[in-house]
C-alpha cells in the first residue's frame, strides 16, 4: 500500500472527513504488521477499536424501576408532612391559649387601670407625631415665602 495515500487519509480522518470504508482501510494498514516507521506512533490509536470489539460485558447490572424511586419518596414525603403539621400544631395550640387570656380582667377597677395606661401611651406617640407635623408646617410656609417671592 502506498504511504502517500494512507498520509492523506490520516489527514482526512484527523479533518473528520472520512468515509466509513477510508477508515476501515486505516484500522485494516494499523493492523498489519508492515506499517511505516513514521507512521507507527497511530497504531494504538487503530488497535483500540480492534481490541474494544473483543471485550465482553461480564458485570450485571441491576437497575431499580422508577416506580419503586418513586413510591419510597412518596413515603417519605409523606412522613415530613406528618411530622410538620405535628410540630406546627403542637407549638401552635399554646400560642392560640396565651392568646386568649391576653386583655382579660375580672375586676373593673384592673381593667379601668390598664385602660388609662394604654390610653396616655397612645397620648404620648402620637403628640411626639404631631411635634413632627409642627416642623413640616414651619417647612412649608418658609419653602413657600423663599420660591413665592
Given at each position: 500500500?502506498?504511504?502517500?495515500?494512507?498520509?492523506?487519509?490520516?489527514?482526512?480522518?484527523?479533518?473528520?472527513?472520512?468515509?466509513?470504508?477510508?477508515?476501515?482501510?486505516?484500522?485494516?494498514?494499523?493492523?498489519?504488521?508492515?506499517?511505516?516507521?513514521?507512521?507507527?506512533?497511530?497504531?494504538?490509536?487503530?488497535?483500540?477499536?480492534?481490541?474494544?470489539?473483543?471485550?465482553?460485558?461480564?458485570?450485571?447490572?441491576?437497575?431499580?424501576?422508577?416506580?419503586?424511586?418513586?413510591?419510597?419518596?412518596?413515603?417519605?414525603?409523606?412522613?415530613?408532612?406528618?411530622?410538620?403539621?405535628?410540630?406546627?400544631?403542637?407549638?401552635?395550640?399554646?400560642?392560640?391559649?396565651?392568646?386568649?387570656?391576653?386583655?382579660?380582667?375580672?375586676?373593673?377597677?384592673?381593667?379601668?387601670?390598664?385602660?388609662?395606661?394604654?390610653?396616655?401611651?397612645?397620648?404620648?406617640n402620637v403628640n411626639v407625631g404631631i411635634e413632627g407635623v409642627q416642623y413640616l408646617q414651619v417647612y412649608e410656609i418658609t419653602k413657600n415665602k423663599a420660591f413665592v417671592e
Open positions: 500500500m502506498e504511504f502517500s495515500k494512507i498520509e492523506a487519509l490520516l489527514e482526512k480522518y484527523f479533518e473528520g472527513e472520512t468515509s466509513i470504508a477510508e477508515e476501515n482501510e486505516l484500522k485494516d494498514y494499523f493492523s498489519s504488521p508492515n506499517v511505516a516507521e513514521h507512521l507507527e506512533q497511530y497504531r494504538p490509536l487503530f488497535g483500540y477499536f480492534a481490541e474494544a470489539k473483543e471485550q465482553k460485558l461480564t458485570n450485571n447490572v441491576t437497575l431499580i424501576s422508577k416506580k419503586r424511586k418513586v413510591a419510597w419518596l412518596s413515603l417519605a414525603a409523606s412522613i415530613v408532612m406528618m411530622i410538620g403539621i405535628g410540630t406546627y400544631t403542637y407549638f401552635n395550640v399554646n400560642t392560640v391559649k396565651e392568646n386568649q387570656e391576653l386583655g382579660t380582667y375580672d375586676d373593673p377597677e384592673e381593667a379601668l387601670e390598664a385602660t388609662q395606661k394604654a390610653l396616655a401611651m397612645l397620648s404620648d
